[in-house]
T-cell receptor
Framework: GAGVSQSPRYKVAKRGQDVALRCDPI?????LFWYQQALGQGPEFLTY????????KSGLPSDRFFAERPEGSVSTLKIQRTQKEDSAVYLCAPHRGAGRITGELFFGEGSRLTVL | KQEVTQIPAALSVPEGENLVLNCSFTDSAIYNLQWFRQDPGKGLTSLLL?????REQTSGRLNASLDKSSGRSTLYIAASQPGDSATYLC?????????FGAGTQVVVTP
């Protein structure tokens, strides 16, 4: 597949709860992207890492969203005090290149978050 | 700001007909364009990548064209099959990140 696993695949949270979503790419992926896909919509960019550096976080919708990739491999997207509008599928896409996307971007299966 | 539009939002065709899916974008300064397929409840499957210097790309029954100057790409699927039923999304690489359209939901009826 995409050479990446995401967990949990499904998460149900009560409004106000904190959640953490994990993206675990196989080794050798310098870049990593997070996207959010609301129901019936195309994915929207959230944030981009090059190794452990978060170079672009312009798509994070609020300061309740936080992402990290401390060792340049596994990445975690954390959402604090979840709200109903956070319900979406969160997709991760690792990429071997740095900077420009120099080839196809392959996505993980995603983590589906439902906030009640 | 790059805007990506896919029309129609939904399409139903009988099996055997050719599918034509449209994607338009507002900023022609793209690096590449990628077409994806998404089955219900699943992630994205990459179908084709067209570099900005290319005009088309083919893979089996799939053919994608790109006209940067007019801001358009078209995905053709020949001789559609019920297994082609899915949502098809296009995405443009605009300044290092993909901008997606909302997708076209395709149903191929037997």
């Amino acid at each position: 597949g995409a050479g990446v696993s995401q967990s949990p695949r499904y998460k149900v949270a009560k409004r106000g709860q904190d959640v953490a979503l994990r993206c675990d790419p196989i080794s050798g992926h310098v870049s990593l992207f997070w996207y959010q896909q609301a129901l019936g919509q195309g994915p929207e960019f959230l944030t981009y890492f090059q190794n452990e550096a978060q170079l672009d976080k312009s798509g994070l919708p609020s300061d309740r969203f936080f992402a990290e990739r401390p060792e340049g491999s596994v990445s975690t997207l954390k959402i604090q005090r979840t709200q109903k509008e956070d319900s979406a599928v969160y997709l991760c896409a690792p990429h071997r290149g740095a900077g420009r996307i120099t080839g196809e971007l392959f996505f993980g299966e995603g983590s589906r978050l439902t906030v009640l | 700001k790059q805007e990506v539009t896919q029309i129609p939002a939904a399409l139903s065709v009988p099996e055997g007909e050719n599918l034509v899916l449209n994607c338009s974008f507002t900023d022609s300064a793209i690096y590449n364009l990628q077409w994806f397929r998404q089955d219900p409840g699943k992630g994205l499957t990459s179908l084709l990548l067209i570099q900005s210097s290319q005009r088309e790309q083919t893979s089996g029954r799939l053919n994608a064209s790109l006209d940067k100057s007019s801001g358009r790409s078209t995905l053709y699927i020949a001789a559609s099959q019920p297994g082609d039923s899915a949502t098809y999304l296009c995405a443009v690489d605009s300044w290092g990140k993909l901008q997606f359209g909302a997708g076209t939901q395709v149903v191929v009826t037997p």
